[in-house]
């Protein structure tokens, strides 16, 4: 059974730093290009970074970049997002996405606000 359970949402105040996991089975995890992706109200779910399976490639959304780092434990089947220097625009719905040929999984997501 394939699982992706985020944790480490929440509300934090602007310039505040959080870290997102997303603990991953049921897959061959290292496989699979690993994903964080946002969905804030009224809005289209956004990329927000991506890493791949076992070259170390990165990407970033152009919003995100210099304040988010998105890495990976193959061994921990886990995949993290730092986020740091958050914004109220940062606020969102947080999904862990997990890719692989014709394979696309989801996590449930996790809240994060940015407020004071």
């Known amino acids: 059974q394939v699982q992706l359970v985020e944790s480490g949402g929440g509300l934090v105040q602007p310039g505040g730093s959080m870290r997102l996991s997303c603990a991953a089975s049921?897959?061959?995890?290292?496989?699979?290009?690993m994903s964080w992706f946002r969905q804030a109200p009224g809005k289209e779910r956004e990329l927000v970074a991506v890493?791949?399976?076992?070259?170390?490639?990165?990407n970033y959304a152009d919003s995100v970049k210099g304040r988010f780092t998105i890495s990976r434990d193959n061994g921990k089947k886990t995949v993290n997002l730092q986020m740091n220097n958050l914004k109220p625009e940062d606020t969102a719905v947080y999904y862990c996405n997990a890719r692989f040929t014709n394979n696309n999984f989801w996590g449930q997501g996790t809240q994060v606000t940015v407020s004071s």
């Open positions: 890493i791949g399976d076992a070259t170390g490639y990165t």
């Open positions: 049921g897959f061959t995890f290292s496989s699979y290009l």
